[in-house]
């Protein structure tokens, strides 16, 4: 009889909400990338490799729920059950609030930790976890202040203040579940974080040491910082990826039948007169195929999870936007692309008089890099001969960027 895994007591909230704009960054900023992989899946890092086994419940913004899950489920590997992600709200608070929305009801330790402090050890959450099991408190991890700390009014000095009474707050800070959903529950403003909005509910918060690698990465010499630290520490590669720093290629594929509504979407060009392509977006399945290879070779999932009919955004989109959005999570993985070349397999539409402005079109989508298109009848054979539908298959090369 199989054993039955039991169910965590402990629940990490990783909010990965934020629009990072003080970091200048295109993408959110869990979505920006340290290496080869993002902010967000190197704070995933630290968190399943804690020593407590953890519900996680990552908080995204709408549009990149697909991204953070992706992240997540690669994070956690063969946990993946426990693993879920949801759709942050307009504040911080309210992005905390939908994470501990879903959290498991028999969990009895709840932490929330910024993904953007991606560079916590994992003993700071083990510390957290036993303090709060030894004192059913809220739990912070503070570093000493160490500059002096003057109190100024414009260019005036008015006093210094003690530093010794003085802690920088980090994440994740630790509260028993109960304590933390009644303090949301009654909180009538908007706190700094967590520990201030339990404290303001009537309950203790003690502290336990930080670490200096918990900063939070908030401006570009921060992610300047986290990079070289992760340059020193990497993040292991995923079984099968090329070596940090090698040029990467993947491949991809996407077929679609003929039989949607509208006119016919392809290569990223539109085919008046010829039968659309059904499908989520507008099935053009050059496009998508390009996608998936891009992916691929960045080792970041495939077209399913980011653009899957779980992301309503991307419903009816045409070629440039999945490509554009491809382009940036390549950007911030830290990959450009080399080359993309596919060949389509359909007898309609023909191919040959517009192949070089489906070139140039999905060059142009890809930020100019070069992508070449080749078709093919398939002399009559398969579903793409008997003309039921397109199929297509790409390969693509990224190089470091």
Known sequence: MNAVTPVPRIAVVVVAAGSGTRLGGALPKA???LDAHTILRHALRGVFAVAHETQVVVVAPREFVGDARTDAEEAAGSRRELVSVVSGGMTRQESVAAGLAAVWPDVEIVLV???ARALTPPDVFDRVIEAVDETGWGVVPVLPVVDTIRRVSGSEILGVVDRSELAAAQTPQGFRREILDTAYRVADREYTDDAALVAAAGHQVATV???ARAFKITTPADLERARSLVAVHPVPAVAGAAAAGAPRV????DVHAFGGDGVLWLAGLEWPGEPALSGHSDGDAVAHAIVDAL?????????GSRFGTSRPEFAGAHADVFLAHTRGLLGA????????AVQVQTTRP???ARREEAERTLSAALGGASVSVSATTTDGLGFPGRGEGVAAFAV???LPA
């Not at 993947?250 to 594929?253: D, N």
């Not at 993985?333 to 993309?340: D, R």
Request: hydrophobic letters at 55%; glycine letters at 22%.
């Open 31 to 33: 979505f920006v990338g």
């Open 113 to 115: 930790h910024d993904a």
């Open 209 to 211: 040491a930080g670490d």
């Open 250 to 253: 993947g491949l991809g594929t």
């Open 295 to 303: 992916l691929s070779a960045a080792g970041l999932g495939d077209i």
């Open 333 to 340: 993985a830290g990959w450009t692309i080399g080359n993309v």
């Open 350 to 352: 023909r191919f040959a």
């Open 396 to 398: 693509a090369l990224l």
